[in-house]
């Protein structure tokens, strides 16, 4: 009997400003300890880090980035899905050393997605449902994973352009990051369809 694998996807950087948006899919294995999951906005970024750490190195997983000037040119719902099939497509490569690992030798995925969109992936079953994030633990973990990573890209954008403050705000909209992009214009990396 083919066992059933669930495949949690989420996206980080849907509302900002400037910068990607990046997508987790996580395949947990049966032993995870899923005490230390949660929706990635409900962690500290201690706890997120750690909790990356754990998830990188017990499930199988991938990690999909598209940036600004895709986002730009498809709209941020598509790009979002086409961050999560290239996630999926990162996760699937590692897929048969992580089912060797766990002594699995036959199953199926089924996926699910938070909010009320799913990625276009032939060949598994998808389902999407709003607060996902919050109530299935590969979802948790694909949040996770997609939040810290793109935390780390907006600190490195920090550096090149520091007049902007992407360490502090990660390219959402606040007042502050508003206003220095009408003072001296748009960084390099912001989203020019997004107003600011």
Same mark, same amino acid.
Not at 63 to 75: A, F, P, R, Y
Not at 84 to 102: H, V
Not at 132 to 146: G, K, L, Q, R
């Given at each position: 009997?083919?066992?059933?694998?669930?495949? %949690?996807?989420?996206?980080?950087? #849907? %509302?900002?400003?400037?910068?990607?948006? /990046? =997508?987790? =899919?996580? &395949?947990?294995?049966?032993?995870?300890?899923? $005490?230390?999951?949660?929706?990635? *906005?409900?962690?500290?970024?201690? *706890? #997120?880090?750690?909790?990356?750490? &754990?998830?990188?190195? *017990?499930?199988? @997983?991938?990690?999909?980035?598209?940036?600004?000037?895709?986002?730009?040119?498809?709209?941020?719902?598509? =790009?979002?899905?086409?961050?999560?099939?290239? !996630?999926?497509?990162?996760?699937?490569?590692?897929?048969?050393? @992580?089912?060797?690992?766990?002594?699995?030798?036959?199953? @199926?995925?089924? !996926?699910?997605?938070?909010? /009320?969109?799913?990625?276009?992936?032939?060949?598994?079953?998808? #389902?999407?449902?709003?607060? =996902?994030?919050?109530?299935?633990?590969?979802?948790?973990? !694909?949040?996770?994973?997609?939040?810290?990573?793109?935390?780390? &890209?907006?600190?490195?954008?920090? !550096?090149?352009?520091?007049?902007? %403050?992407?360490? *502090?705000?990660?390219?959402?909209?606040?007042?502050?990051?508003?206003?220095?992009?009408? $003072?001296?214009?748009?960084?390099? &990396?912001? #989203?020019?369809?997004?107003?600011?």
């Amino acid at each position: 009997m083919p066992e059933k694998l669930i495949c %949690g996807f989420d996206e980080a950087g #849907r %509302g900002p400003l400037a910068g990607p948006v /990046t =997508a987790g =899919a996580v &395949i947990l294995p049966a032993d995870f300890p899923v $005490e230390i999951l949660n929706d990635s *906005k409900k962690l500290s970024e201690k *706890k #997120r880090i750690a909790a990356e750490k &754990i998830i990188m190195e *017990k499930a199988c @997983w991938g990690l999909g980035i598209v940036d600004h000037k895709t986002i730009d040119e498809m709209n941020i719902l598509k =790009a979002s899905m086409y961050a999560m099939k290239l !996630a999926y497509e990162s996760m699937i490569k590692k897929l048969p050393e @992580w089912l060797s690992k766990q002594n699995i030798k036959d199953c @199926w995925i089924s !996926a699910i997605t938070d909010g /009320t969109s799913v990625p276009d992936i032939p060949g598994i079953e998808l #389902r999407c449902e709003p607060k =996902a994030d919050a109530n299935y633990p590969s979802v948790m973990a !694909a949040s996770i994973i997609a939040k810290v990573e793109r935390d780390k &890209i907006m600190c490195e954008m920090d !550096a090149l352009y520091p007049a902007y %403050g992407y360490a *502090k705000h990660k390219g959402y909209p606040t007042s502050a990051h508003r206003k220095i992009c009408r $003072e001296i214009g748009p960084s390099p &990396i912001q #989203r020019l369809t997004f107003k600011y």
